[in-house]
């Protein structure tokens, strides 16, 4: 088999892992909770995005939060409450959704931004939650940054104002969602790497030796 047929069944899996998350992400935004003092919901497609940034390179997963925006944004009805439309991607709301690419990149690239697999098994499990635990804390900061500066703009209400009604409402949720992604997933990925499948890595280490 030479090189470009291997290449090129390579894209192949990578294509279907990206749209594989991408329609994880709908079902699971799905999922949602709404809550009668405040337009935001609680969804859990924010444990989607981060499954995809645990268990894909980073553009990849960059990708797959891509192709679930834009497809909302054409009109397929995968955002929560299963809407679609620029209406639902830049509405009050949107701007929790439109930072779903930047989460997954910041995440990703904490966790599965090595070379090899053999750096990424080398991590000792501690330095993995401890490094999935920081990134996602931080992706979630930045989604309550810019969710909220969106939700503000658009509704004309202060920033103070917006985190009452789609911050504040949420931590504890959001708590233990993030628990469940660190927990949970991380665990998966790491024995995914180990029998080999999940190649975060450009080559495949040698355990034999």
């Known amino acids: 088999m030479n090189n470009k047929n291997i290449k090129a069944?390579?894209?192949?899996?990578?294509l279907s892992m990206i749209a594989i998350f991408t329609a994880i992400t709908a079902v699971f935004a799905q999922?949602?909770?709404?809550?009668?003092?405040?337009?935001?919901?609680?969804?859990?497609?924010?444990?989607?995005?981060?499954?995809?940034?645990?268990?894909?390179?980073?553009?990849?997963?960059?990708?797959?939060?891509?192709?679930?925006?834009?497809?909302g944004g054409l009109g397929v009805p995968v955002f929560g409450g299963f809407r679609g439309g620029l209406g639902a991607l830049f509405?009050?709301?949107?701007?929790?959704?439109?930072?779903?690419?930047?989460?997954?990149?910041?995440?990703?690239?904490?966790?599965?931004?090595?070379?090899?697999?053999?750096?990424?098994?080398?991590?000792?499990?501690?330095?993995?939650?401890?490094?999935?635990?920081?990134?996602i804390?931080?992706?979630?900061?930045i989604l309550y940054l810019g969710g909220t500066a969106w939700l503000s703009i658009t509704t004309g209400n202060s920033f103070y104002a917006s985190l009452t009604i789609a911050v504040f409402p949420f931590i504890p949720?959001?708590?233990i969602k993030i628990l469940f992604c660190i927990f949970a997933i991380v665990p998966i990925r790491s024995r995914l790497i180990a029998t080999n499948l999940l190649m975060l890595g450009n080559k495949q280490a040698d355990f034999s030796k």
């Open 31 to 71: 999922i949602a909770i709404p809550i009668p003092f405040t337009p935001v919901p609680i969804s859990f497609g924010l444990v989607a995005v981060y499954m995809s940034a645990i268990l894909l390179k980073p553009k990849h997963a960059v990708y797959s939060q891509i192709c679930y925006l834009a497809l």
């Open 137 to 141: 804390c931080i992706a979630h900061i």
């Open 9 to 14: 069944k390579l894209s192949a899996k990578e």
């Open 173 to 175: 949720m959001d708590i």
């Open 91 to 135: 509405g009050p709301t949107g701007g929790y959704l439109l930072v779903y690419p930047i989460m997954a990149w910041i995440v990703s690239m904490a966790l599965n931004s090595s070379k090899s697999r053999q750096a990424e098994f080398s991590q000792s499990k501690t330095i993995v939650f401890i490094k999935s635990a920081i990134a």
